[in-house]
C-alpha cells in the first residue's frame, strides 16, 4: 500500500507550479521576460488573469478580446506603462477601464471596431503621452473625452469615420495644453477652422495631419497650407500629394497647393508679413538679442541661436519670441549637454588599456609555460636509474612521474610493467608482496614492478581481475 500523505503533497506542489494560480507566475499561453508580458496571437477572449504585479508592457494584440471591462485588471499594476490592445476587434471600452492602470504612458486601441469614444473615456490616465486610436470606425468624439490627460503630447485619430473636426483639443490652456501631434488624416471632414488653426503654435501646425479628407475648397484652407509649404512643415510638405478638396461641380479633386489662380475661387497667395522683433531667452532667463554677454551666445541673422563651447550647465529650455504686425509666436528647444570629454572617451581609454594589458600578459604566459617550464623527460633518457623500492608505489601519485618520498630516485619516462605469473593468479597476492623478477642483461634489466594492489596501478596496461 502507497501512503496518501506523499501522494497529497505531490498533489499540492503541482498545483502551486509556476503555470498555476499562485503567485506572481507568467499566465498560460504567455511569454513573460522581466517586467515584459507578451500574449500576442494567443487566440484570448479575454484578458488573462491575474497579471503579475510587476508587468510593465502588456502586449494582448492580435486576440479576440472585443470587451474590455472594468474589472480586466481587478488589482492595481502600478508599473504598468505600455498596454497594447490593438487588432482585436474591440467594441467597447468601459469608462473605468483603466481605474488600476494610472501610470499608463503608451496605450494602443488601434485597428478594432471602436464606434464613439464616450465621456470621460480616459479621465484616468494624467500620465498617458500617446494615444493610438487610428483604423477604427470612430464617427462621434465626446468632448469630454480627453479629460485630465495634461501630459498627452500624440494623438493619433486617423482612418476613422470623424466628420467634425475637434477644435476644443487644440485650444491653447484648455484640455492638452502640451498636444504636439494630432493626426485626422483618412476620415470625413468637409471643413476646418482655417482661421483657428493659424493661430496655433507652429510646433503644432507642423504636426496636424490633414490629407486625405473630403475637403471642400476654400482660399481660407489653401492659405493655411500654402504657408505651412513655405515653412517647410512636414505635415504640408510630405502630404502635398494626399492634401486634396473638392470644388463645386467638379467631378474629381484637386490639389489644395494648386488652387492659386483656379476658377472660380482665384484664391491668391498671402504675403508673410515682416518680423517686427525677435530674440531668445536662456534657460537663466537672460534675454539675447545680440551677441551675449559672454560672447557664447550669438542670435544669427536668420533668428537661430548659436551656443559655442557649450557646458554641462547649458542644459535647459530655450525660448524663441518672435512678434509681428498679425501675430506672435513662442518656440521651445530643449537642450541636453553632456561632458563626454569626462564620460564617454575616458571610459572607452580604461577599457582598451585594460584589454591591451591582458592581452600581453596572456602572450606572456604562454611564452613562459612553452619556454621556461623545466622538463624532467629529458634527463632520464639514456640513463640508468636504480630501482625503487617495492612499496613505494602505494605512496605514489595516480598521476604524479615524479618520486613523492625521498630515499629513492623517480624514474618518469619508465613505464611500468605488471606480473601476471606467480601465485594468485586469480588478480591478488599473499601478504609477501610480489615476487623479484629473474635477472635480466642490458641496461634495462632493472625495472619497477607495479604491486597490484597499488593505486597507481589503475592506469597500467595490465587489466585488473578482481
Known sequence: RVPMGPLSLLLALSLLSPRGSAGPSCPPRCVCASNLLSCSQANLSTVPAPLPRFTAVLDL?????????ADWAPARLPHLHALLLSHNGLTFVSTEAFTHVPRLRHLDLSSNRLRTLDENLFSDLGELEVLLLYNNEITTVDRTAFENLGRLRKLYLGQNRIARFPLELLREGTRLPQLALLDLSANRLRAVPAGELQALPAWLRDRLYLHNNPLACDCLLFQLLDRGHR????????????????????????????????????????????????????PGGERVVGDGGNGSVVLLANGSLQLQALRPEDTGTYACWVAGPLLNETLYVELLVHNFTLHGPHDTLNTAYTTLVGCILSVVLVLIYLYLTPCRCCCCRGTEKPPAPRDDSINSSVLSTTPNHAGGTGEPCGSH???????????????GGTPPLPARQGPKAQRKVSDPDSVSSVFSDTPIVV
Open 61 to 69: 494584440s492580435h486576440n479576440n478580446v472585443t470587451r474590455l471591462r
Open 231 to 282: 515653412r517647410h512643415l512636414s505635415a504640408v510638405v510630405d502630404f502635398q500629394d494626399e492634401l486634396r478638396c473638392v470644388l463645386p461641380g467638379a467631378p474629381a479633386s484637386i490639389k489644395i497647393l494648386a488652387l492659386a489662380g483656379q476658377q472660380p475661387l482665384n484664391c491668391s497667395k498671402v504675403q508673410e508679413a515682416g518680423v517686427r522683433s525677435r530674440h531668445w531667452v536662456t
Open 417 to 431: 610493467i605488471v606480473s601476471s605469473a606467480g601465485t594468485g593468479q586469480n588478480g591478488r597476492f599473499k601478504g
